[in-house]
């Protein structure tokens, strides 16, 4: 036995795609059959059936409304699968015979265009990395929008670790690596890594032949010297193997890449993945939400691309101090016009998504609300400009010449499509009268029998008398005429019997017949004049994506700045002033999310100072819970904010400009690599130590905390002379539990000691949250774990020990081998304390240490209730 006919098909077109799911098109469903069928049906749930394909057993069968298939596409491309989308290349009802069948574009995570399933405020980036011992490369690309850059590093120690930090910056959806590069470094890790689904291809993909070829089939004769490529041999690798991944699933021209932006590593503030995640700039550290990011903050844009644009942006802060204040002056001046701040707002919000629906034109499916959507912002361009005249500064009269004088569009779409078209543009009614004489004569054609048809129902009702009758349409049986059973016997003789039904029959006239094959084979002349008539203007307006693309990075950007000031207006943010110095000021500094959630503006401003000379290392004591943390991550979101061209939470900022922020802080395991906490923090300190350069911004919280407290101590210890040696000032923030520490402030130029204030009363602590000049005290841990709700016989216990732990320490002795060491001597170390002693009665010595005479009365009942309490727990 063989296969039949269609089922023979299937199998020759899923041959030429053995590494992708075949959706399979069938009438209104996509189809997929034997294994393919199979695994879908258990992956998304679905019924599993079987089909007769010539063979003794039926083929496993599953399948999907068409009309409903983007959803599964992206349910299995997010799971890691290729779909590749199998058409009917040709009409069923116009086909003798098999139907063609081609596959129009292969689906894969980083290639999804639709519209129904494309998040509007995030883009969809596809990247490609190289990697080799010479230099690593990274480009990525939206293809729904166009945008297309590409970067390299030659030469370093940590090649690996910058491509990872690029890619964690772009945050692409898919990477492409190369076979070499998989074996090299686990793909799995890297996924993990980057978040990106990571697709292995042949190396064949990366060669220089094979990226040449792709970049020219994309540019045609543009030279590499035009693209920016000119003796970039690393950017051209991943450049051309994403080219050519993009062609072989796109299967078309892609007239939505019209240029290539090369941009240098280093030309903005480099953010590694460490510091994107512990400042949470765009998501939240554990629930993964932008609520509770600085992102959920600021982003208060209209439009879809310049949310997109923000998120880029806050990932990619600038460091050139004058491209950051023109920034700053276009702020200041929608700032300060709260009434043109307003219009233009009111304005923005009538623009739609300008970059996606260039994508969508230029790549064929744009349909006709695409083009409404697409007229409908070019009416408002006029009003943007005229906001943006009238305002002062530099960027913002560029951003006004950027916007493209696009009336020429506006004026195609509106004299030829409808005010409200169909979804779809093969279903006619899309194009306005007049605007086609050939269509108009062919709708007046048929006006008649249309008129005819419309009043058959009520005329032949009155001929017949039969008051049960209708005139209905069906796609399969056409024009036909319904009587319900109960009346057959008075249906006249003309009446030509078509269908049988339950509750009566459908029947023709020879008239009504006639009728129908004018009215039909007009409508499909029709139908396929207008999908002609729209294609040709799709073409049209393809001739202006270049423009459009221009204007929406101008209406982008405008978005985002107009955003800036009214959050800043908002908020009570103030202008930094941003330059090539080397100091960090703040005065009453604020955490910029953490003060949009504490009740009544109870949030504790605080100030900073910083340098590369007397202070550059702000050691920070002070006990759990107090706001140290708080306090570094804020100076780095301030410094961030300002370099990102946006008014910070703070009286006062100066910001001399840093080029890159490093954070280390909380323990993480990484249990799945066999990596300990300790572990990693090592490896992100060892990172920061490598990479961190003379204007780099360090936030360090409890080095050293994961191992023993001598070893711990002397990491801490030693990492803080590293960073503050006559070689190198670097500005750090370094939080810890170690008070040997603060001695150094007396040892080492550039440290200065700072705490957390604590407000002890009873017994009792409260947290100011205020920081203040000075080591802390004390550590205040059993404070804190009493407010934790930790039993109060452990805590009693913790105390006794921690009397005995301080009256036999060796703190004078570490602080005199640091002082010591620092003048070059030696000391033998006494062997360890330890901390195994006999069991005390918590109750017995809590009362010892009773000071009778100075007890109140309501301080002597409350000691009384503890006391009974801690006997109780014993």
């Given at each position: 036995m063989?296969?039949?006919?269609?089922?023979?098909?299937?199998?020759?077109?899923?041959?030429?795609?053995p590494?992708?799911?075949l959706?399979?098109?069938?009438?209104?469903?996509y189809?997929?059959?034997?294994?393919?069928?199979?695994l879908?049906?258990?992956?998304l749930?679905?019924t599993?059936?079987?089909?007769a394909?010539?063979?003794?057993?039926?083929?496993p069968?599953c399948g999907?409304?068409?009309?409903?298939?983007?959803?599964?596409?992206?349910?299995?491309?997010?799971?890691?699968?290729?779909?590749?989308?199998?058409?009917?290349?040709?009409?069923?009802?116009h086909?003798?015979?098999?139907?063609?069948?081609?596959?129009?574009?292969?689906?894969?995570?980083?290639?999804?265009?639709?519209?129904?399933v494309?998040?509007?405020?995030?883009?969809?980036?596809?990247?490609?990395?190289?990697l080799?011992?010479?230099g690593?490369?990274?480009?990525?690309?939206?293809?729904?929008?166009?945008?297309?850059?590409?970067?390299?590093?030659?030469?370093?120690?940590?090649?690996?670790e910058?491509?990872?930090?690029?890619?964690?910056r772009?945050?692409?959806?898919?990477?492409?690596?190369?076979?070499?590069?998989a074996?090299?470094?686990?793909?799995?890790?890297?996924?993990?890594?980057?978040?990106?689904y990571?697709?292995?291809?042949?190396?064949?993909?990366?060669?220089?032949?094979?990226?040449?070829?792709a970049?020219?089939?994309?540019?045609?004769s543009?030279?590499?010297?035009?693209?920016?490529?000119?003796?970039?041999?690393?950017?051209l690798?991943?450049?051309?193997?994403?080219?050519?991944?993009?062609?072989?699933?796109?299967?078309?021209?892609?007239?939505?890449?019209?240029?290539?932006?090369?941009?240098e590593?280093g030309s903005?503030?480099a953010?590694?993945?460490?510091?994107?995640?512990?400042?949470?700039?765009?998501?939240?550290?554990?629930e993964?939400?932008?609520?509770?990011?600085?992102?959920?903050?600021?982003?208060?844009?209209?439009?879809?691309?310049?949310?997109?644009?923000?998120?880029?942006?806050?990932?990619?802060?600038?460091?050139?101090?004058?491209?950051?204040?023109?920034?700053?002056?276009?702020?200041?001046a929608l700032?300060n016009?709260p009434?043109?701040?307003?219009?233009?707002?009111?304005a923005l919000?009538?623009?739609?998504?300008?970059e996606?629906?260039?994508?969508?034109?230029?790549?064929?499916?744009?349909?006709?609300?695409?083009?409404?959507?697409?007229?409908?912002?070019?009416?408002?361009?006029?009003?943007?400009?005229?906001?943006?005249?009238?305002?002062?500064?530099?960027?913002?009269?560029?951003?006004?010449?950027?916007?493209?004088?696009?009336h020429?569009v506006?004026?195609?779409?509106?004299?030829?499509?409808?005010e409200?078209?169909?979804m779809?543009?093969?279903e006619?009614?899309i194009?306005r009268?007049g605007?086609?004489?050939?269509?108009?004569?062919?709708?007046?054609?048929?006006?008649?029998?249309k008129?005819?048809?419309?009043?058959?129902?009520?005329?032949e009702?009155?001929?017949?008398?039969?008051?049960?009758?209708?005139?209905?349409?069906?796609?399969?049986?056409?024009?036909?005429?319904e009587?319900s059973?109960?009346n057959l016997?008075m249906v006249?003789?003309n009446?030509?019997?078509?269908?049988?039904?339950?509750?009566?029959?459908?029947?023709?006239?020879?008239?009504l017949?006639?009728t129908?094959?004018?009215?039909?084979?007009?409508?499909?002349k029709?139908?396929q004049?207008?999908?002609?008539?729209?294609?040709?203007l799709?073409?049209?307006?393809?001739?202006?994506?270049?423009?459009?693309?221009?204007?929406?990075?101008?209406?982008?950007?405008?978005?985002?700045?107009?955003?800036?000031?009214?959050?800043?207006?908002?908020?009570n943010?103030?202008?930094?002033?941003?330059?090539?110095?080397?100091?960090?000021?703040?005065d009453?500094?604020?955490?910029p999310?953490?003060?949009?959630?504490?009740?009544?503006?109870m949030?504790?401003?605080?100030?900073?100072?910083?340098?590369?000379?007397?202070s550059?290392?702000?050691?920070?004591?002070?006990?759990?819970?107090?706001?140290?943390s708080?306090?570094?991550?804020?100076?780095?979101l301030?410094?961030?904010m300002?370099?990102?061209?946006?008014?910070?939470?703070?009286?006062?900022?100066?910001?001399?400009?840093?080029?890159?922020?490093?954070?280390?802080?909380?323990?993480?395991?990484n249990?799945?690599?066999?990596?300990?906490?300790?572990?990693?923090?090592?490896?992100?300190?060892?990172?920061?130590?490598?990479?961190?350069?003379?204007?780099?911004?360090?936030?360090?919280?409890?080095?050293?905390?994961?191992?023993?407290?001598?070893?711990?101590?002397?990491i801490?210890?030693?990492?803080?002379?590293?960073?503050?040696?006559?070689?190198r000032h670097?500005?750090?923030?370094?939080?810890t539990?170690?008070?040997?520490?603060t001695?150094?402030?007396?040892?080492?130029?550039?440290?200065r000691?700072?705490?957390?204030?604590?407000?002890?009363?009873?017994?009792?602590?409260?947290?100011?949250?205020?920081?203040?000049?000075?080591?802390?005290?004390r550590?205040?841990?059993?404070?804190?774990?009493?407010?934790?709700?930790?039993?109060?016989?452990?805590?009693?216990?913790a105390?006794?020990?921690l009397?005995?732990?301080?009256?036999?320490?060796?703190?004078?002795?570490?602080?005199?081998?640091?002082?010591?060491?620092?003048?070059?001597?030696?000391?033998?170390?006494?062997q360890?304390m330890?901390?195994?002693?006999?069991?005390?009665?918590p109750?017995?010595?809590r009362?010892?240490?009773?000071?009778?005479?100075?007890?109140?009365?309501s301080?002597?009942?409350?000691?009384?209730?503890?006391?009974?309490?801690?006997i109780?727990?014993?």
């Amino acid at each position: 036995m063989k296969l039949s006919p269609m089922m023979q098909q299937y199998m020759d077109i899923h041959e030429e795609y053995p590494d992708s799911i075949l959706f399979f098109r069938l009438g209104d469903f996509y189809e997929m059959f034997f294994d393919d069928a199979i695994l879908v049906s258990r992956l998304l749930e679905l019924t599993l059936t079987g089909k007769a394909c010539g063979l003794e057993e039926k083929a496993p069968m599953c399948g999907i409304p068409f009309h409903a298939a983007d959803t599964y596409i992206v349910k299995l491309v997010e799971m890691g699968y290729k779909v590749a989308v199998c058409e009917q290349l040709e009409d069923p009802a116009h086909t003798k015979g098999m139907v063609k069948r081609g596959v129009i574009r292969v689906v894969t995570p980083g290639t999804v265009t639709s519209e129904a399933v494309l998040n509007e405020r995030e883009n969809n980036y596809l990247a490609a990395a190289y990697l080799d011992q010479n230099g690593m490369s990274v480009t990525y690309c939206d293809i729904s929008t166009g945008e297309l850059c590409t970067t390299e590093k030659r030469y370093g120690s940590a090649l690996y670790e910058d491509m990872l930090n690029e890619l964690v910056r772009i945050s692409p959806k898919e990477i492409l690596i190369s076979q070499s590069l998989a074996d090299a470094h686990d793909e799995k890790k890297m996924g993990n890594l980057t978040g990106g689904y990571i697709r292995v291809l042949p190396d064949s993909y990366f060669s220089e032949n094979a990226a040449r070829d792709a970049v020219r089939a994309q540019f045609g004769s543009v030279s590499l010297t035009a693209l920016g490529l000119d003796g970039r041999d690393c950017c051209l690798l991943s450049l051309g193997t994403l080219l050519a991944f993009l062609l072989e699933t796109q299967m078309q021209d892609l007239k939505q890449i019209t240029e290539c932006r090369f941009y240098e590593i280093g030309s903005a503030m480099a953010l590694d993945r460490s510091t994107i995640r512990n400042l949470e700039i765009t998501e939240t550290l554990y629930e993964k939400k932008k609520q509770g990011s600085l992102l959920g903050v600021l982003d208060r844009t209209r439009t879809a691309m310049g949310a997109r644009l923000m998120k880029q942006m806050l990932r990619e802060p600038l460091n050139d101090a004058a491209a950051i204040n023109r920034r700053l002056d276009a702020v200041e001046a929608l700032v300060n016009d709260p009434l043109t701040r307003n219009d233009l707002t009111e304005a923005l919000k009538q623009v739609y998504d300008f970059e996606r629906l260039a994508g969508r034109i230029a790549s064929g499916n744009a349909n006709g609300k695409d083009m409404i959507a697409l007229r409908n912002s070019v009416r408002v361009l006029p009003e943007v400009k005229a906001c943006l005249s009238g305002l002062p500064g530099e960027l913002l009269s560029t951003l006004a010449r950027d916007m493209e004088d696009l009336h020429e569009v506006q004026e195609m779409i509106t004299r030829a499509i409808v005010e409200e078209p169909p979804m779809t543009v093969k279903e006619g009614g899309i194009i306005r009268p007049g605007y086609s004489k050939e269509l108009d004569e062919l709708e007046l054609s048929i006006r008649d029998a249309k008129t005819w048809i419309a009043g058959l129902e009520a005329q032949e009702k009155e001929r017949t008398g039969i008051s049960h009758l209708k005139v209905g349409f069906n796609k399969v049986f056409g024009y036909y005429i319904e009587v319900s059973r109960s009346n057959l016997d008075m249906v006249p003789d003309n009446y030509i019997r078509k269908q049988t039904l339950v509750g009566g029959e459908r029947f023709v006239t020879p008239e009504l017949k006639e009728t129908e094959g004018l009215v039909l084979n007009s409508e499909a002349k029709i139908n396929q004049l207008e999908y002609d008539l729209f294609t040709e203007l799709r073409g049209k307006i393809q001739e202006f994506i270049g423009p459009i693309q221009r204007t929406s990075r101008a209406i982008a950007m405008t978005d985002v700045l107009n955003a800036f000031a009214a959050v800043s207006d908002r908020l009570n943010y103030n202008r930094p002033v941003v330059n090539d110095g080397m100091e960090i000021v703040i005065d009453k500094g604020r955490h910029p999310v953490i003060e949009q959630m504490t009740e009544d503006g109870m949030f504790v401003s605080n100030d900073t100072r910083m340098n590369d000379k007397d202070s550059s290392m702000l050691i920070i004591t002070g006990p759990n819970m107090s706001g140290k943390s708080t306090y570094m991550r804020q100076t780095a979101l301030i410094v961030l904010m300002a370099q990102v061209g946006c008014f910070v939470p703070a009286e006062r900022a100066e910001i001399g400009v840093v080029d890159r922020i490093f954070t280390r802080i909380g323990a993480s395991d990484n249990l799945a690599q066999g990596q300990s906490t300790f572990f990693v923090e090592m490896s992100e300190l060892a990172y920061i130590l490598r990479n961190a350069k003379e204007r780099s911004l360090i936030i360090l919280d409890e080095i050293g905390r994961g191992t023993s407290t001598y070893d711990g101590l002397s990491i801490a210890w030693a990492a803080v002379e590293y960073l503050c040696c006559r070689e190198r000032h670097i500005r750090t923030l370094f939080a810890t539990h170690y008070h040997e520490l603060t001695v150094l402030e007396e040892k080492l130029e550039g440290v200065r000691n700072l705490s957390v204030d604590v407000s002890e009363e009873n017994g009792d602590i409260i947290f100011l949250h205020r920081i203040v000049a000075g080591s802390a005290s004390r550590s205040y841990g059993i404070h804190v774990a009493k407010l934790a709700g930790v039993p109060l016989v452990l805590l009693e216990n913790a105390r006794s020990k921690l009397a005995r732990l301080e009256e036999e320490s060796r703190t004078e002795e570490v602080r005199d081998a640091m002082t010591d060491e620092a003048a070059g001597e030696k000391k033998p170390r006494e062997q360890q304390m330890s901390l195994f002693t006999e069991t005390i009665n918590p109750a017995v010595e809590r009362l010892k240490n009773l000071d009778l005479m100075n007890l109140t009365p309501s301080q002597a009942i409350r000691e009384l209730e503890d006391l009974q309490e801690l006997i109780r727990e014993q």
